[in-house]
């Protein structure tokens, strides 16, 4: 084992727990990334699989800095979670019940251990390394397979008395409308994500007659990946629930002007990338139905940051910190 010497530099783990990928990150303390990587989740093995596959792809990575550096904490960034208790509690894609993945990770590795919601950690990733760098006041929406959402306010995290606050796709925007995981109907998320796409994909091919690819295509081999595909060669159902997406965004975003006045709303993940298919007419609504005191104030961004690594950065600024305020147990 190499000799322990004074001069090591800190080095920081980010980790990004999703539904079906998780991404790893290795950082120093100026948030520059030394490594990274990704793997399979598989939730449906458990968390303690989970953090024993975690620890044994750390720990061999781990053996390749060890003579210059030093592991100094492992921020985690995951869905529906207590940050204060340091649990998962309620997510949906994990579907791990309620779990104390701080002390999972503990068991692991004798280091301080931070935890926060997946979307927050975006948000900070684009406060410390992205497009929001300088800005006090801004929104990121994470718009992957749900909608997520990191909320700054005044150059601070909105983070609410458990760590919940922000959870702007769960702001109802159809009463009784599409029914929700978080079992509410209506939600923004069932309109504007992935599983929103597909879902006003076959509800257009249900009151129409308009010729389309999708047509040959179940709702279980749908992805929205395809429906992009099929608008970029003009088919018209595609590039019909790309608009009617974009629309409902623009106009819930307007709504959430009013509440935040943020200087920008940055937008993060897959459904982000089909670029003018879905920001044209976000914009377009956004600009229609904002307060005439708003109106062209407000940026709609995208992040250029890539998927995953905005988390990652964001949970190892966390730790950073965390450490340096003492502000949880860790």
């Excluded at 990334?33 to 598989?42: A, G, M, P, V």
């Excluded at 749900?146 to 700054?152: A, E, V």
């Excluded at 923004?188 to 690819?213: D, P, Q, W």
């Excluded at 690594?309 to 305020?325: H, M, P, Q, S, Y």
Aim: hydrophobic share 40%; net charge negative.
């Amino acid at each position: 084992m190499p000799e322990i010497t004074e001069d090591k530099l800190d080095l920081i783990i980010g980790v990004d727990i999703g539904g079906t990928n998780t991404a790893i990150g290795f950082v120093d303390n100026d948030n520059n990334i030394l490594f990274e990587s990704s793997f399979s989740t598989e939730p449906e093995k458990g968390a303690a699989d989970f953090f024993n596959r975690l620890a044994i792809i750390i720990n061999k990575e781990l053996k390749k800095f060890e003579n210059k550096y030093t592991l100094s904490g492992i921020g985690l960034a995951a869905p529906g979670v207590n940050y204060r208790s340091g649990t998962i509690e309620s997510s949906v894609n994990l579907k791990w019940g309620y779990v104390n993945i701080i002390d999972l990770t503990k068991s692991h590795f004798d280091v301080p251990v931070v935890l926060l919601n997946d979307a927050d950690a975006a948000a900070l990733g684009e406060y410390y390394k992205g497009v929001a760098q300088g800005m006090k006041n801004f929104i990121v929406l994470t718009l992957g397979t749900g909608l997520g959402s990191g909320i700054f306010v005044e150059g601070h995290l909105l983070r609410g008395e458990n760590g919940l606050a922000g959870e702007l796709g769960h702001i109802i925007i159809e009463p009784e409308g599409r029914q929700c995981s978080c079992g509410r109907k209506g939600c923004l998320e069932t309109y504007v994500s992935a599983g929103g796409i597909k879902r006003s994909v076959f509800h257009f091919l249900s009151v129409s007659n308009i010729e389309s690819k999708l047509r040959n295509i179940s709702y279980n081999e749908l992805t929205s990946k395809k429906v992009y595909e099929l608008a970029l060669e003009h088919d018209k159902v595609a590039l019909e629930v790309f608009y009617y997406t974009g629309k409902i965004l623009g106009e819930a975003l307007a709504n959430i002007v009013t509440v935040f006045n943020p200087e920008a709303i940055i937008l993060f993940g897959g459904l982000a990338d089909a670029d003018d298919l879905i920001l044209t007419p976000t914009n377009f609504y956004f600009e229609k139905n904002l307060m005439s005191t708003n109106k062209g104030k407000v940026k709609i961004l995208k992040s250029v940051l890539q998927n995953g690594r905005a988390a990652v950065l964001g949970a190892c600024g966390f730790v950073i910190e965390t450490i340096e305020n003492n502000i949880i147990n860790v």
